[in-house]
């Protein structure tokens, strides 16, 4: 091929690409980092590669890594936050020092965004700010002292003060996700009610619930559970805090991740967890009512834009 036809064949390429943001050719990549390390029944490793993919391939972000030194060493992790726009929490492991927990509050109070993925609502219940950060949690010893249990009924918040413990599932399953806030710019556009692919449903949840919108809930044994919501923290930054994406404790095992539905609001939350609005574009492979859709390379397919 002569250089004047390459530079047609190019052209002709860019034409027919349509970047997954509008705006995503001109601007900086979203800077995240993915706080992980420890996680006693997740394969956490699979999950963050996977999570890496996703991000990356949708050519808005780039991705590093902060993990911690896994079940001993607590005391010397250190984890550097400076520069990043978001922090993704993935983790599983023992409750951050003091200087740590100084540190991760500080980058959301100054405007950070945080992402917080399924299992990460469970460790740290001793730490009351991360509660406040993240809204809701389960496990971990936490009972009514934390707050209320929150769901949803008729179109309504129902905040919850029996005295119990926090966090059930059970076996892994599809699931209908309905959306409660279709407005909200993570979910603008978006099928109000899709199947999602076989995760790990939490359930239970509670806590602080301070600040805290309501995005997605699924029916499970009796309630509409919340499984997607936001925190606006007073002090500044943005939370979404996203319970699917289970991932088994072998590396075969990232299938919820491949999920459509997954992948999308996990883009569409991260960056407006960043930046507090969202850029991307419907996609055309969404799920719906009846069907269910994966993209198990971690990434859109040609004609999802
Ligand atoms: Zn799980």
Redesign the pocket.
């Known amino acids: 091929m002569r250089v004047r036809d390459i530079i047609i064949a190019t052209a002709a390429a860019m034409l027919f690409c349509t970047p997954l943001s509008a705006q995503s050719a001109e601007k900086e990549p979203i800077k995240a980092v993915i706080v992980a390390g420890a996680d006693g029944?997740?394969y956490w490793q699979g999950a963050c590669d996977v999570m890496k993919q996703i991000l990356e391939n949708s050519g808005m972000f780039t991705v590093d890594f902060a993990f911690t030194p896994g079940w001993n060493g607590i005391e010397n992790y250190n984890p550097d936050f400076s520069g990043y726009d978001i922090i993704i929490i993935n983790y599983g492991g023992p409750t951050f020092t003091e200087p740590v927990r100084r540190k991760f509050e500080k980058f959301v109070a100054d405007g950070g965004g945080l992402v917080v993925i399924?299992?990460s609502v469970v460790p740290m219940a001793d730490w009351k700010e991360y509660n406040e950060l993240i809204g809701m949690g389960a496990w971990d010893g936490r009972d009514e002292k934390v707050g209320p249990y929150l769901y949803w009924e008729d179109g309504e918040y129902v905040y919850d003060y029996t005295p119990g413990g926090a966090g059930y599932?059970g076996l892994q399953h599809e699931v209908t996700i309905n959306h409660r806030a279709p407005e909200h710019p993570i979910l603008k556009g978006l099928n109000p009610n899709w199947r999602h692919f076989k995760d790990?449903i939490?359930t239970r949840m509670r806590g602080p619930v301070k600040n805290i919108e309501i995005l997605a809930t699924a029916y499970e044994r009796g309630r509409h559970e919340p499984l997607m919501w936001t925190v606006t923290p007073e002090s500044g930054g943005r939370v979404f805090v996203d319970l699917l994406g289970?991932?088994?404790s072998d590396p075969n095992m990232v299938y919820s991740m491949e999920c459509t539905g997954f992948q999308v609001t996990l883009l569409r939350g991260c960056e407006w967890a960043a930046t507090g609005e969202v850029t991307q574009a419907v996609p055309k492979d969404f799920p719906n009512e009846k069907h269910l859709s994966l993209r198990p390379d971690f990434k859109a397919p040609h004609h999802a834009y």
Do not use: A, I, L, Q
């Open positions: 029944s997740h399924h299992s599932h790990e939490y289970h991932c088994g």
